[in-house]
């Protein structure tokens, strides 16, 4: 953190001591304090925005099912000048994955398919996969593998410049999985963990189709964004939508200039990063998650398929997998981190999007930048608001984030 990000912080502590002294003791003391800390939090994002790191924020997080802060910090666009607002619409890219994942599951609760089914068994177009060598693997790919990204599909950063190309001329899932089923594995499925940005989910995704008999945009709209009341949920936008989509930006050396980078598509649905989504909303589907598969009355999962995709599905030792990461199904475990405890989960996006439960605090968090180059999981600016928010939440429920007792 920059020194000025330091002070902000500090200057946000003072004034939640000062609240605590006004207000006494009881929940309105708390409130203010919750909120002078979180000023401070967005003091510290202001200041990244004006250092160029991104053009604007919206962050929202709850405890406990209580909103304890949310905001929208610093600009949609940067010429003519537009503020960002807390509807506007962000380009997911791969905070689309987890509700792929949610998809799948949906589909194991009705006994349609298992996670450890061959793949063969829904896109025959796959029973003849071959390794980089010619060779065929002794084993088909499964679900499960494609889910933990052990699949072999597209996992080897040699293959991207081709991959580029295919993605190009992209149609619907239907058309592009003869193109996929071409493609020499990286690795013998089950094998070793490599990170499949696209090919794995999308995959994922038309099996979806295949089982379920619908395109995957109206699986999810049907199944999950309407049930959850995830309006600006989707593949494609209305011309009001359209007017609060944020565009996207990049950073170079000339500052934040427009980036062209596009994953989303109006007939290709991508399961791996196609989807748009408000920060509210995703703050449901999170929500959903971080209650065993219900949000409020509405049941999308079993308790135990929503307790799957944050179980570990590989072992800390697996090949390939980096030090530190556990992985579920479509989701990354925290197994080591500075300020996460471990068993919170969550995943990431190309474009500076970001989320976590953390299950031992009942605290769900999501972040939506409109940055090109963010970095994923291990972008700073995700990392930043997990330290800022864990350093200040203290403050909003003492009790809840106390540390634990020393032995």
């Known amino acids: 953190m920059r020194r000025c990000g330091w002070w902000r912080l500090l200057l946000g502590w003072l004034a939640c001591c000062n609240a605590f ?38 962050y929202m997080l709850s405890v406990a099912g209580r909103s304890v802060h949310h905001a929208a910090l610093g600009m949609s666009q940067l010429s003519p000048p537009l503020p960002l607002q807390e509807d506007a619409i962000f380009r997911l890219a791969s905070l689309s994955k987890p509700i792929t994942a949610v998809a799948i599951m949906m589909l194991v609760d009705e006994g349609k398919l298992t996670l450890d089914d061959p793949l063969p068994r829904y896109l025959p177009e796959f029973a003849r996969l071959r390794l980089a060598d010619g060779t065929q693997p002794a084993a088909a790919i499964t679900l499960r593998q494609l889910l933990t990204h052990t699949s072999g599909l597209l996992a080897d950063a040699r293959d991207l410049a081709a991959f580029a190309e295919a993605w190009r001329q992209r149609s619907t899932l239907a058309a592009q999985m003869p193109v996929y089923a071409q493609w020499p594995l990286a690795s013998a499925p089950g094998t070793r963990f490599a990170y499949s940005a696209f090919m794995g989910f999308d995959v994922l995704a038309r099996v ?3 089982v379920s008999g619908q395109s995957y945009e109206r699986f999810l709209q049907t199944r999950l964004f309407a049930p959850l009341q995830m309006r600006d949920t989707g593949f494609r936008l209305s011309p009001a939508q359209q007017a609060r989509l944020v565009p ?12 062209f980078s596009e994953f989303n598509s109006e007939t290709y649905f991508s399961g791996a990063a196609g989807l748009y989504s408000t920060g509210a909303d995703y703050l449901r589907f999170a ?6 598969g219900q949000l409020g009355s509405v049941r999308i999962l079993s308790r135990a398929a929503a307790d799957q995709l944050n179980q570990l599905q590989l072992p800390a030792n697996f090949p390939g997998l980096p030090e530190g990461m556990a992985w579920g199904l479509g989701m990354r475990i925290v197994s080591a981190d500075p300020y996460l405890p471990p068993g919170s989960y969550g995943w990431s996006g190309a474009y500076g ?15 939506l930048l409109n940055i090109s180059n963010a970095g994923g999981a291990a972008a700073p600016s995700a990392q930043a608001f997990e330290a800022r928010s864990m ?7 003492p009790v809840r984030f106390s540390p634990p007792a020393k032995e």
């Open 21 to 58: 002294a006004q207000a006494g003791p009881g929940p309105l003391a708390a409130q203010q304090a919750c909120d002078a800390a979180f000023s401070a939090v967005d003091g510290q994002m202001r200041a990244d925005i004006e250092a160029g790191a991104y053009p604007g924020a919206v």
């Open 208 to 210: 979806v189709e295949v």
């Open 248 to 259: 996207l930006y990049r950073r170079s050396r000339q500052g934040l200039l427009p980036s």
């Open 287 to 292: 929500h959903m998650l971080a209650g065993h």
């Open 353 to 367: 999007g970001h989320f976590w439960i953390d299950p031992q605090h009942d605290l769900v968090a999501v972040l």
């Open 391 to 397: 350093q200040v939440l203290p403050f909003c429920d």
